[in-house]
């Protein structure tokens, strides 16, 4: 059976009752606890404590409650408690955290706030404890109860437990009613959110969301042409009417690049993006930005192909100038998803606070540097007379 998987996270000695009732909570409405004192807790031998507990949240939670007591617990290299590495951990997964204060604990930060270097230790082992709480409550907004037993913590799980399966019914139904190719194509959990929110920028916000998606798919062979990562150079040229061709038809074919990448922002994306009141097709939008991805893909190999390329001696400042045509374009089509994700924002809150959007439109025109072309036209035609080409 396919249980969700639920992570209680404290300090263990001084709850330990409270964590036990939890367990028994937890396991009675049918969901599997994770705890690191069960002997079912994954425990990885050649791994510190601290890092199994870590790696669990990471690797199987599924929801994540947070116990906080009058204890900070230990404290790591990072300066921070075990229990507020698992509550990062939880964070950066976006699983949903439910967090519990001890009422004591929590009436005693507003004290806290106001004179810091009072003395606490009649209430808390460290007062790194609340700058944890107001981490967790006032930076990153997460909604906090208060408690003094377990059975307060239970009941409010109940009820919270309740409006998250309700929540997953509404999605579901969402998704059933409204369903579309869109939901089967392989979209992260950003891009989904998106659909299933439907604000009023969503169709900008979820082409913004799969293009950066998918561009950053693409960014181990990016770092294979930053790094010279030549694996196993495809040509070897010795001939000099074979190098000019091979120049010839490396130019020609990032130029092609060029005007594909330029065809299809300007000429697709048009077609797609709906103009307000119209619904954009998302499978378009979907299509542009895998094919953004893919011809910046083909951009990096065309590049890493021209500069392992193995040519005489004389010859290798001009197969430099031509793999120096792309550099340029690299940097553009790499930045541009997070300059339009930057734009769509902007129009988004200049919408909700009621301003104007002056600039209603960005757009993108490629092309190969003309530094870049002058220094390659210069270069083949010197190397042309001195062959005698």
Known sequence: MNLVNIFISSTCYDLSQLR???????????HHPIISEAENFPVNPRKKTHENCIDAV???ADIFILIVGNRYGSILENGKSITNNEFLAAKEKGIPIFIFIDKKTLNALDFWKSNKEADFSSIVD???????????RDSDKFWVFGFEKAQEIVSTLKIQFSYLFKDALKIR???D???SDIFNLDLSSKAMSILLEKNDFFEYEFFTQVLLDEIRKKENIKNDYLYKIYLEPKHTLSEDIAFTEWASSKLAIIQNHVKSLNNLISLAYGKYIGDPGIPSDLKGLYYISQTYARIFENILLWTVDAQSTIVPEDCKGLRDKVANLSSKLIEQVWSFPEVFEEFIQKQKHNHLNGLDNDDNSITLTL???KIDIANYNSEIEIYGRKKGL
């Open 58 to 60: 990471k690797d199987n």
């Open 367 to 369: 092309e190969i540097n």
């Open 126 to 136: 460290n007062k790194q404890i609340f700058n944890f709480i107001e981490s967790a």
């Open 177 to 179: 009613t409204d369903r």
């Open 173 to 175: 139904t969402k998704i």
């Open 20 to 30: 036990t009732d939890l367990f028994d909570f937890v396991t009675n409405v049918g």
